[in-house]
């Protein structure tokens, strides 16, 4: 009943990364010197000529991808979210995203799980800064299945695209039949009651928190939102039409993120109760991953306790 | 108040030899940048004045001599790049790419207005012949920095340029490119910094009008040698000079190069010359009739206020 463990979605990085290039000579991968945690490290071994080492300083590295992305070539970012989007946030919004060059903003560590490093590294808010920026595109894939297929998109999609990587082990949503296609939300779940509305590695949990509320006979409709922006709106608006509650649940702060997304299309086209769970306005800290999940309410358990009350008080 | 339109000219093409004849073809052209920047901030009512001014006879070396480039043609690929990472002096650009054939010097009028592709700070999705969109100060090395790298990827033999302002060299990621430059050894990449020793507002020095340079005198090539640079130090309103420091920069050490080109902020005017408040200000029209007399430009040129 539980969702199998995936791979961790870093390794499918390095190893779809490496693969791309091989068929594609213009695919170069640029690290901040985390290549052994985000495992560009297989890109290297795969690529050393193409692999270029930018050092500590990700402002530069921001930069130089836009400069390497005029000639032609294809430059695929590689580092932890809280340096490859927060730290050079204006690199991005100038060189990048105005421009509309053709970087791959492919950053790993999103979310929570983040090996213990705590707040400094856990960026709760890139969702809601990324999808906020024009020209930007936000994909944050659920499992190791998708992941491998973003990245594969990534590197065909014109212009500037942003993917959210996990760095551990999380749970296989997907088998390999899997299509992801861009811009579009999936239907991962049928059900009657209410609609759970989930991204990333947080729509596995979800969608156990379904078979948890199913065998107290709340039949959950969970639909996965992999592309942020743009953000499927027919699905959502259907997706909302089919229960009247809609419930987002994300590894993410609640402020302007999936649920601000979901809240904001259903506020213009059709407006449904919506609630967003999520982390409420907080920043991380050091814990085992299980602990952060009880602590900010993303384990399936804790995510089905608290659909179950809202249930209770509608 | 009609426009005053500028004298539409054809296009100067690059001479071959280097001679006195060439140098005084370049400073008849950095003399008209300044002419035409003065024309169209003033047109504009708005735009930066002192380091377009600074950067005249740079930007005449650059795209009159220098520059590997085919303005009837602004994406051939094996063009010379050029990133001009002190943005705000965007009108300076424009105007010697006017004068050297990418768009009509009339639209140097259309500075700053709407629809314009002449932004107030470069965008390459407006203009063809820009080879990255720049304004937030301290971004252009690393761009070229990405564009020599991919160039050298790609085996292809092109030079990229980057002209930096003194002031901009406070920026971090400015060291951040120097430093990834020179562990890669991009020897195909020269960066030019307009050293006209103002910055917008700075640090007040004797009195409320003199303001202490951004860099402590001599400081600013020490810190590029010791980021690993080959530093070529001259007068950057001497065009001799200047391409005779470019040549040099040609010809590889297996270092990246910098120019710290001294110049002076608002060159070319008497009353705006080493005034930090002329980075930007609205001329006033006896100011403006001065300007463009000390300038030479010929009074009927001027027109009807």
């Known amino acids: 009943m539980t969702l199998p463990m995936g791979r961790p979605m870093r390794e499918v990085f390095g190893e779809t990364v490496s693969d791309l290039a091989d068929e594609d000579p213009r695919i170069v991968v640029l690290d901040g010197d985390l290549g052994s945690s985000t495992k560009a490290d297989i890109f290297q071994a795969r690529h050393p000529e193409r692999f270029l080492q930018m050092g500590i300083a990700e402002q530069n590295m921001l930069g130089v991808a836009a400069g390497i992305a005029t000639m032609g070539l294809i430059p695929f970012i590689s580092t932890f979210v809280s340096f490859a989007v927060v730290r050079p946030l204006d690199q991005i919004r100038v060189l990048i995203a105005q421009p509309g060059l053709n970087v791959k903003i492919t950053a790993g560590y999103a979310g929570l799980f983040t090996g213990m490093a705590g707040k400094s590294h856990q960026v709760v808010d890139d969702i809601s800064i990324m999808r906020a920026m024009p020209g930007m595109v936000t994909v944050s894939p659920a499992d190791d299945v998708e992941a491998a297929a973003v990245i594969r998109y990534a590197a065909v999609h014109e212009g500037p695209i942003y993917v959210r990587l996990v760095r551990d082990a999380t749970q296989r949503l997907f088998d390999e039949s899997y299509r992801f296609e861009f811009g579009r939300a999936v239907v991962v779940r049928e059900g009657r009651d209410v609609t759970l509305i989930s991204t990333g590695a947080q729509t596995p949990r979800v969608v156990d928190a379904a078979e948890l509320l199913a065998a107290e006979g709340i039949d959950a409709h969970v639909v996965h939102v992999p592309t942020i922006k743009p953000l499927d709106e027919e699905a959502i608006v259907t997706a909302a039409a089919r229960t009247g509650f809609v419930i987002t649940v994300e590894e993410h702060t609640v402020l302007g993120g999936l649920g601000g997304a979901v809240a904001e299309t259903l506020a213009d086209r059709r407006p449904t109760r919506v609630k967003r769970l999520g982390i409420q306005d907080a920043f991380g800290e050091s814990a085992p991953n299980d602990a952060l999940l009880e602590m900010f309410g993303l384990s399936a358990a804790r995510v089905a306790d608290q659909v179950r009350g809202l249930l209770g008080a509608a | ?305």
């Open chain 2, 1 to 305: 108040m009609k426009p005053r339109a500028a004298p539409e000219a054809a296009p100067l093409a690059p001479a071959p030899a280097v001679d006195e004849a060439e140098f005084d073809r370049l400073r008849e052209i950095a003399r008209r940048i300044r002419v035409e920047v003065i024309r169209s901030v003033d047109h504009a009512k708005g735009g930066h004045i002192g380091g377009p001014l600074s950067a005249a006879e740079l930007l005449a070396a650059l795209f009159f001599r220098v520059l590997r480039i085919r303005p009837e043609e602004p994406d051939w690929p094996d063009r010379d790049r050029f990133v001009f990472s002190k943005g705000h002096s965007a009108i300076g650009l424009y105007a010697a790419m006017a004068l050297r054939g990418y768009f009509p010097v009339a639209e140097l009028l259309t500075f700053d207005a709407a629809d314009s592709r002449l932004q107030g700070h470069p965008d390459m999705t407006r203009l063809p012949g820009l080879d990255m969109s720049t304004g937030s100060l301290g971004m252009g090395l690393s761009a070229g920095v990405g564009m020599a790298l991919g160039a050298r990827l790609l085996g292809r033999e092109l030079r990229t340029y980057v002209m930096l302002g003194d002031g901009e060299c406070q920026e971090g990621q400015v060291w951040e490119a120097a430093f990834v430059a020179s562990r890669y050894g991009l020897d195909r990449l020269v960066a030019v910094v307009d050293h006209n020793r103002l910055q917008q507002y700075g640090w007040q020095g004797t009195g409320p009008e003199h303001r202490l340079p951004p860099h402590r005198p001599g400081e600013l090539a020490g810190k590029w040698r010791a980021f690993g640079w080959r530093v070529l130090e001259l007068d950057g309103h001497d065009v001799a000079a200047i391409l005779g420091a470019f040549e040099k920069a040609q010809r590889s050490d297996g270092r990246p190069t910098v120019l710290i080109a001294d110049t002076v902020k608002g060159r070319g005017v008497s009353f705006m010359e080493d005034k930090f408040f002329w980075h930007t200000r609205i001329l006033k029209p006896e100011e403006f009739v001065q300007a463009m007399s000390e300038l030479g430009e010929p009074v009927e040129a001027v027109g009807a206020r």
